[in-house]
């Protein structure tokens, strides 16, 4: 099972289905899309129409706390399934047509590994500690060909997660705020 999960903010609600329907268009269908919105962000659950209309073609809109960009993946974790993979978007891209095919083409050949479209190679210092992120290499052949554990992933570009790929400190929302 494939759920794609997203989340937004009222400064993008206007085009966010602009991007759900750039995933709801992949040739690799997702079973599930999940929109992510905070009830203290949209207290009135008002939703623009050309949103709330794809909910005739499947889209799902759950409402939660606000965990700002945590909320992509955090709420799907909690309830992922054994049998099921959670790719989180980003609200503001559209998305090629094969993001959903290739993901999970690279997710059958290495079945416990995190893949994503975009990563920021982690960059040492000469006395073995780390760069600041803002200085970690975006262009990078790391974990192109094998998994590597000095990536970053990005988890809007298209990021796939497997069940149980995460720590007990991530569904700790004490420990993220």
Same mark, same amino acid.
């Given at each position: 099972?494939?759920?794609?999960?997203?989340?937004?903010?009222?400064?993008? /609600?206007? +085009?966010?289905?602009?991007? /759900?329907?750039?995933?709801?268009?992949?040739?690799?269908?997702?079973?599930?899309?999940?929109?992510?919105?905070?009830?203290?962000?949209?207290?009135?659950?008002?939703?623009?129409?050309?949103?709330?209309?794809?909910?005739?073609?499947?889209?799902?809109?759950?409402?939660?706390? #606000?965990?700002?960009?945590?909320?992509?993946?955090?709420?799907? @974790?909690?309830?992922?399934?054994?049998?099921?993979?959670?790719?989180?978007?980003?609200?503001?891209?559209?998305?090629?047509?094969?993001?959903?095919?290739?993901?999970?083409?690279?997710?059958?050949? +290495?079945? #416990?590994?995190?893949?994503?479209?975009?990563?920021?190679?982690?960059?040492?210092?000469? #006395?073995?500690? +780390?760069?600041?992120?803002?200085?970690?290499?975006? @262009?990078?052949?790391?974990?192109?060909?094998?998994?590597?554990?000095?990536?970053?992933?990005?988890?809007?570009?298209?990021?796939? @997660?497997?069940?149980?790929?995460?720590?007990? #400190?991530?569904?700790?929302?004490?420990? /993220?705020?």
């Amino acid at each position: 099972m494939v759920t794609a999960s997203l989340t937004s903010f009222p400064a993008r /609600i206007e +085009f966010v289905h602009l991007a /759900i329907k750039s995933l709801m268009l992949q040739s690799y269908k997702p079973d599930r899309i999940v929109l992510w919105l905070a009830n203290e962000q949209f207290p009135n659950h008002k939703l623009p129409q050309n949103l709330t209309a794809l909910e005739a073609y499947g889209l799902e809109i759950k409402w939660c706390d #606000d965990l700002y960009g945590h909320k992509k993946y955090y709420y799907c @974790i909690k309830e992922q399934k054994e049998n099921e993979v959670v790719i989180t978007f980003d609200d503001d891209i559209l998305y090629p047509i094969d993001s959903i095919k290739r993901l999970v083409a690279k997710h059958r050949q +290495f079945p #416990d590994c995190l893949v994503c479209e975009r990563a920021q190679a982690f960059v040492s210092k000469k #006395d073995g500690t +780390f760069e600041n992120p803002g200085r970690w290499n975006v @262009i990078s052949d790391v974990g192109v060909k094998k998994p590597s554990y000095s990536l970053n992933p990005s988890p809007g570009g298209g990021c796939l @997660i497997p069940y149980g790929a995460f720590y007990e #400190d991530a569904y700790k929302e004490k420990v /993220i705020r």
